[in-house]
């Protein structure tokens, strides 16, 4: 029989769990309130006393409440942030009930199983050698570390410098080489990683962010010895994808023993399962690593994160940890997720993703993908129809617009102000940024429930704040 501390507990989770996505298609998408007034609501002395398990979610969800973003409302464009599907919510209410430690086989046999049969889907959604390792991990900066960390390693191996057991004093020096608008993961993963500023070289970009071959050649040409190059699939900002083609050719005409290709791909990397844009992630596949996020274009809750190596050795040794008092994993017949993750403890953050794999299958993911790309287009054809209304760049699920003022009025304030308003007024919510040196507010499409009423929607709320009416 259930212990009544769980049962009441949980029926109070299940009922507020209900209330809250039930709510989603009409509550404001903005919280009703700030974080200070939040605090207010939570600071208060700890309990000397414990309390009853339903009086403390009852509590918990109440005050919570006015403080939550509707991130799940197809109305929601901020950040690249998903939603998550009801498959995948349910599997991860498993998850904690299960309560499991998903770093090796013989804690957790069930999950590590769900998470090696999950790695293989992925791996062939997203058309990627199935020898490939993958690791699941807290999110987009994680899968990064991971796979730079892997780089690294390879690229040092390859000089002869074993860093997990030398460390970086006095290793061969890293040249790490980006494109101008790479995603600030990058830079803090290789600070983590020891690999500072100092070794990092920028590669310009085109007008749409993609970095350019003839650009990547030239910085290639002026350095030598152990090299990383980060590319990208799905600049943070307008959505474009890097020529993988032709920087493969760049990259593979140097020496490949000492030079790593990673590829960035948190949300774009997910377009690989849509066939009518598979396109234009031709060749990612010659990438050494990959990073995305299920929490984004695949609607996971949060976390989850996923590194990708072609060489498994390399990312197991940038992971791998032993002690005499952990069990030795069967690794001809199931690998042990600690030694290719950066966590001892951790959640079975796979489940989840397996869960909503079976939920759309890969026809209904190609579905998720092309809507959401169909959705942003409308954001732009709808938003470019307008006066005063300029539509910078979109590409696959994210649109960058910019907004002129009346005369004389400065168009980077008039642009902060019409975001300013329509977050207050709460039917969506995209985000800034600043694109080609200027202001400009970013919509990004990335949840399965959007559909056009949300976009129509939306739209009409920021023409409203546009006009000022």
């Known amino acids: 029989m259930l212990k009544a501390e769980f049962e009441g507990s949980l029926d109070v989770a ?14 404001p998408v903005r919280p009703d309130t700030d974080a200070m007034t939040m605090l207010g609501a939570f600071d208060e002395e700890l309990p000397f006393k414990g309390e009853p398990p339903e009086f403390v979610v009852r509590t918990l969800a109440e005050r919570a409440g006015p403080g939550l973003m509707a991130t799940g409302s197809g109305r929601f464009h901020g ?12 599997a991860d209410w498993l998850v904690s009930a299960w309560d499991q430690n998903a770093g090796m086989t013989a804690t957790a046999p069930a999950v590590c199983a769900i998470e090696q049969v999950t790695a293989r889907w992925i791996l062939e959604l997203l058309g990627l050698a199935p020898t490939c390792s993958v690791g699941f991990v807290t999110g987009g900066q994680m899968a990064n570390t991971v796979c730079l960390a892997a780089a690294r390693h390879h690229v040092l191996d390859a000089h002869g410098w074993d860093v997990e ?14 494109g101008a608008e790479r995603h600030t993961t990058i830079d803090r993963g290789l600070r983590f990683l020891g690999l500072g500023s100092r070794a990092v070289r920028t590669v310009e970009v085109d007008e749409a ?26 600049n943070v900002n307008g959505g474009a994808v890097d020529p993988f083609g032709d920087l493969g050719d760049v990259v593979d005409g140097r020496n490949r023993d000492d030079i790593w290709l990673h590829v960035d791909g948190a949300f774009g990397l997910w377009a690989r399962a849509d066939p009518s844009r598979r396109h234009l992630l031709d060749d990612v596949d ?36 032993r002690a005499s008092y952990l069990p030795a994993g069967d690794e001809e017949a199931l690998r042990d997720p600690v030694d290719f993750n950066p966590e001892f403890s951790r ?14 299958g890969v026809d209904g993911l190609a579905r998720v993908v092309d ?6 287009e409308r954001y732009a054809e709808s938003l470019s129809a307008a006066e005063g209304v300029h539509v910078m760049h979109q590409d696959l699920n994210q649109v960058v617009v910019r907004f002129t003022g009346v005369a004389g009025q400065d168009d980077n304030q008039h642009t902060r102000e019409v975001l300013r308003k329509v977050q207050s007024q709460g039917v969506c919510f995209p ?39």
């Open 209 to 234: 962010g993609r970095m350019l071959p003839g650009a990547l050649d030239s910085v290639l040409t002026g350095v030598s010895g152990a090299t990383i190059v980060c590319a990208q699939a799905g």
């Open 347 to 360: 959640r079975a953050r796979a489940v989840p993703v397996w869960a909503a794999l079976r939920q759309l």
């Open 431 to 469: 985000t800034a940024t600043v694109w080609r040196g200027v202001d400009a507010m970013r919509i990004s499409v990335c949840n399965w429930r959007t559909d056009e009423d949300d976009v129509d929607r939306s739209v009409g709320s920021i023409l409203a704040a546009h006009s000022g009416s």
């Open 79 to 90: 950040w690249v942030v998903g939603g998550a599907l009801p498959a995948a919510v349910a």
């Open 165 to 178: 057991a030398e460390g970086l004093v006095g290793a061969p020096p890293v040249t790490v080489v980006v």
């Open 286 to 321: 010659r990438a050494d690593s990959w990073a995305t996020d299920a929490h984004k274009w695949l609607n996971t809750p949060y976390d989850c994160g996923i590194a990708i190596c072609a060489w498994p050795e390399a990312q197991r040794r940038a992971m791998y940890v």
């Open 371 to 376: 809507r959401c790309c169909l959705m942003a």
């Open 14 to 27: 299940v009922v507020e769990s209900k209330r809250w996505l039930a709510s989603l298609d009409q509550r």
